[in-house]
């Protein structure tokens, strides 16, 4: 490895923080509403290093917090959207996160400036590194700042050795132990922890044997919780068996219905449904392990007892593969053995109904939505794409391969046909092109060469626009242009740029890319199943009125809400699509207990989760709209991470499936009169958690 070239610190501006420093060593100080150090310089040498030729910025840092901590990169380029005037946005952010106490060595490759990876592979010890902005040239960068994100208290981190590299680091790892044998963090100490593996087992084993024994007291039946969620009706026959009649025509399938005053679900013996349960309803908390084993304080031999717990497969498209060690999974081998699933099957059961779900939302376990006799809904995999794509994951969308894959993309429904439990299915969860905000696809498409078939329909689409004369589309858009056949071929970055009508041009044409995107698999989907709703995208929010495009294939919208408080999203949405919204995932999370990362929403503890649960959920219920809102997630996440490293604090229980009881408490609170809520007898609360700032992505 050689070392190119360390950052000149003797110029370098500081922005809500001080630095102590010793060399190539600097102590970063920052106040809890986030503190960063910045170099300015000429194109491609800001820190007084060569940009243009170098390969990776690395450091060493040190989270000196109980907390895990984000470290945040912003970056401005000359010819990006910014100018490179740091008074306007930056033209990317870049968030990595870090583990308490653990000394990590942080990688960012430059290749990722070109912002066609969302979410960074992991490093060992680093936790989730997320990339927002457009594609940017290190050559053209003018501007880094270098901190730490806002937290609800000051933050000190250490970095170390700030350089350019021209290969890719290794990663040492501290001798330290952060996780004990049964997946807890071992440096900080919560009631509710789990003493031992054998308090886990005869906890986990008394849980079971009440399972098996008893009628969850707060359900009426398969359909779903209680009448909180539903107003009779559910579509099994134990449901039926509690006589509860049905208030609209029962089809057997889930349907929408408007009533004059608000949109439903309706069940399939035409009963009312609000939907709420939580996403994740898996036996399984993984955590990728290969380059950190030593953090861990058992990992046991791959073959044998435990060898479900252990996994290896890829991360993402075009990244190698990891090894993962499962201690969801592990927990319940020591409690049940071989009998682990149908134990763990039954317990998880109980419990929805016990804590008042009527949904097993997405990204659930497929087993359990065999056995459970619940309503769930279903996330289709391996979404269309093509084997080059435009930005990020949008596929050329006019090729013949989009069209072939979309119909063997909808032939996965065939397994859920004349299934009354299956309230619908989601395309694809949160598309990574979408979070860029205000991105217009259709330039993206004139700055690559890897969509033939979608240039070609741009290329025909302005000529029929401008009459097929090609002098006209140059004057309009200020381009020197010989032929429409030049549009097919040639790169133009920046398009929007060269005029408004080129701006406007291209804005027509992106409506019907994502129209094309969105309608071929809706399509494909209800020819192959016409009987399920299409809960669409699940979009992660709406960064430009563009997502909205295709929306008319869909019975439901979808979007993934996380604040504390819906009803903006859902009445914008709502109002801007006409159909009814569901909220796929939404969550809270605290340092209190658990690990060390307080998720997208936090707040101060596990029972200010609970108000907050209720003071979302409500208002969500409250809107005419919104016909359901799931919880992400059941379980916590792996103390070390998941696969892209996210650690958060956002299970209704833990790692050894112990509920969060104050947490739980508002949960039920929530339940009992949900319905209520819904269908207008009762106001939703107005009592609210304090937010805190997330320490981490």
């Known amino acids: 490895m050689e070392m190119r070239s360390l950052f000149d610190w003797s110029s370098v501006e500081t922005n809500g923080c001080t630095i102590d420093r010793d ?42 917090e109980e907390w895990a901590m984000g470290v945040v ?15 306007n946005t930056p033209d990317m952010f870049i968030t990595m996160g870090l583990m308490p106490e653990l000394r990590t060595r942080l990688s960012l490759p430059l290749s990722a400036l070109d912002s066609q990876t969302m979410f960074m592979p992991r490093t060992p010890g680093k936790l989730k ?29 250490t970095i170390d050795a700030l350089r350019m590299l021209d290969s890719e680091p290794d990663y040492p790892v501290p001798d330290m132990t952060l996780v004990d044998e049964i997946g807890q963090y071992t440096r900080k100490e919560w009631p509710g922890k789990s003493a031992s593996a054998d308090e886990m087992v005869a906890y986990l084993r008394a849980e079971h044997k009440r399972a098996g024994h008893e009628r969850a007291g707060r359900t009426t039946g398969a359909g779903g919780g209680n009448r909180a969620t539903r107003a009779g009706g559910g579509g099994t026959e134990q449901l039926k068996a509690t006589g509860a009649p049905g208030t609209h025509e029962a089809t057997g399938y889930f349907r929408t219905h408007h009533d004059g005053t608000r949109w439903w679900l309706v069940d399939p013996d035409g009963a009312p449904f609000f939907s709420t349960g939580p996403d994740c309803v898996s036996p399984k908390i993984d955590c990728r392990v290969d380059g950190i084993e030593k953090l861990f304080a ?82 289709l995999v391996d979404f269309p794409s093509t084997e080059r794509t435009i930005f990020r994951d949008f596929p050329d969308v006019f090729s013949d391969e989009y069209s072939r894959n979309c119909d063997r993309f909808a032939a996965q429904l065939e397994e859920f046909r004349g299934d009354p439990l299956l309230i619908g299915y989601f395309l ?26 979608s240039r070609k329909a741009l290329a025909e689409h302005l000529s029929e626009i401008y009459s097929g004369d090609v002098n006209k589309l140059a004057a309009a858009w200020k ?3 010989g032929s429409f056949a030049e549009l097919e071929t040639r790169a133009i970055p920046h398009a929007t740029r060269l005029s408004e009508r080129a701006r406007e041009d291209l804005l027509a044409f992106s409506r019907k890319m994502i129209r094309r995107y969105v309608e071929l698999p809706s399509q494909a989907c209800r020819a192959v199943d016409p009987d399920h709703l299409n809960l669409g995208m699940r979009y992660a929010f709406i960064t ?15 979007i993934n809400c996380y604040r504390m408080d819906p009803t903006d999203t859902i009445e914008a949405v709502g109002t801007a699509v006409d159909l009814p919204v569901m909220i796929g995932e939404y969550h809270f999370g605290a340092l209190d207990r658990g690990p060390v990362a307080n998720a997208l929403r936090g707040v101060e503890t596990q029972e200010d989760r609970g108000i907050a649960y209720r003071y979302y959920l409500e208002r969500a219920a409250a809107h005419p709209y919104c016909v359901g809102a799931h919880y992400f997630t059941m379980d916590d996440e792996a103390t070390l991470g998941r696969f892209d490293g996210e650690n958060w604090n956002i299970g209704v229980q833990d790692v050894c499936r112990r509920p969060y009881d104050e947490f739980l408490a508002g949960v039920l609170e929530t339940h ?4 209520d809520v819904a269908a207008g007898k009762r106001a939703p609360t107005d009592r609210q958690a304090r937010e805190v700032p997330r320490n981490a992505f």
């Open 23 to 64: 060399g190539d060593t600097v102590v970063l100080s920052a106040q809890a509403e986030g503190g960063q150090v910045a170099w300015s310089g000429a194109p491609g040498k800001v820190g007084g290093v060569d940009w243009s030729d170098s390969r990776f910025l690395v450091f060493d840092a040190l989270d000196h």
């Open 672 to 675: 009992d009169t949900l319905f």
């Open 479 to 481: 381009l020197d242009l």
């Open 129 to 157: 590194t997320v990339i927002v902005g457009e594609r940017l040239d290190p050559s053209q960068i003018v501007r880094l700042e270098l901190g730490v994100m806002p937290c609800h208290a000051p933050q000190t981190v």
């Open 73 to 87: 990169f912003r970056l401005w380029a000359a010819d990006g959207a910014s100018g490179g005037d740091p008074a």
């Open 428 to 453: 694809r969860n949160e598309p990574t092109w979408a979070f860029v905000r205000d991105l217009v696809i259709a330039e993206e498409l004139l700055a690559v060469d890897s969509a033939p078939a």
């Open 544 to 558: 430009s009125e563009l997502l909205l495009e295709g929306s008319d294939c869909f019975d439901v919208f979808s």
């Open 298 to 379: 058992w990992l046991p031999p791959k073959e044998g007892k435990f060898a479900d717990a252990w996994s290896q497969r890829t991360t993402g498209k075009g990244v190698t593969s990891g090894t993962f060690f499962d201690f969801g999974v592990a927990n319940l081998i020591r409690a049940f053995g071989d009998s682990w699933r149908p134990a763990w099957e039954t317990i998880a059961a109980h419990r929805l109904r016990e804590w008042g779900f009527n949904t097993i939302a997405n990204w659930s376990d497929r087993g359990i939505t065999r056995t459970a006799g619940l309503p769930y809904v279903w996330p």
